[in-house]
């Protein structure tokens, strides 16, 4: 399984992002995709994830803020990021997780004036 995450870069306080991120492979049809984060100094925490059944989970930092979907015909996730903080400045990973959890490469998010 391989995940190719692509979006992020440097914006400004309250401005939007979109993080897109295509799993390849032998791909499950019952299986969680998601996004994490890992600012500097700190553990890797979730963000968002979503079934492949359309079951969605936000950490409550980006609630309101940040909208997760997914495309099951091509394995597709998207992470639209809106009013945008210093704090969400981290490095953002998607995931799969089915039978094992994998990892893409990380994408790097930076909010600052």
């Known amino acids: 399984v391989q995940l190719q995450a692509s979006g992020g870069g440097l914006v400004q306080p309250g401005g939007s992002l979109r993080l897109s991120c295509a799993a390849s492979g032998s791909i499950s049809k019952i299986n969680v995709m998601g996004w994490f984060r890992q600012a500097p100094g700190k553990r890797r925490e979730l963000v968002a994830t979503?079934?492949?059944?359309?079951?969605?989970n936000y950490a409550d930092s980006v609630k309101g803020r940040f909208t997760i979907s997914r495309d099951n015909a091509d394995n597709t996730i998207l992470l639209q990021m809106s009013s945008l903080k210093p704090e969400d400045t981290a490095v953002y990973y998607c995931?799969?997780?089915?039978?094992?959890?994998?990892w893409g490469q990380g994408t790097q998010v930076t909010v600052s004036s």
């Open positions: 995931s799969i997780a089915q039978t094992l959890q994998y």
């Open positions: 979503i079934t492949s059944t359309g079951n969605i």
